[in-house]
Nanobody, 126 residues
Framework: QVQLVESGGGLVQAGGSLRLSCAAS????????MGWFRQAPGKEREFVAA????????YYADSVKGRFILSRGNARNTVYLQMNRMKPEDTAVYYC???????????????????WGQGTQVTVSS
């Protein structure tokens, strides 16, 4: 069992930046990919970004491409989502997610990820 703990949410003005962190612990984390989803009120949970175990490959939703950067720490058990040039439509609860194996354009549904954090609120004011 893997435990994921997010931190770093909060309130930011449009155009500003926030950084979210997610720390994974539990079973052996070898070959463990991680990602972020978000869910706004009344909407379905949607894919934001994902990163491979090595950190060598990242994948982004079109809505955040060029603004958000997902990276992995040297210890590989922590990922960071740097959110820049934020927009009011980025407002949502952000969830860290993890899965064994690969991630890519075919693994962007919530059902593709086995472990989830508790979520952290991000609010962007206009």
């Amino acid at each position: 069992q893997v435990q994921l703990v997010e931190s770093g949410g909060g309130l930011v003005q449009a155009g500003g930046s926030l950084r979210l962190s997610c720390a994974a612990s539990g079973r052996t984390l070898s070959n463990y990919a991680m990602g972020w989803f978000r869910q706004a009120p009344g909407k379905e949970r949607e894919f934001v970004a994902a990163i491979t175990w090595s950190g060598g490959s990242t994948y982004y939703a079109d809505s955040v491409k060029g603004r958000f950067i997902l990276s992995r720490g040297n210890a590989r058990n922590t990922v960071y989502l740097q959110m820049n040039r934020m927009k009011p439509e980025d407002t949502a609860v952000y969830y860290c997610a993890g899965r064994s194996g690969i991630v890519g354009v075919t693994t962007t549904l919530p059902t593709h990820f086995a472990s989830w954090g508790q979520g952290t609120q991000v609010t962007v004011s206009s």
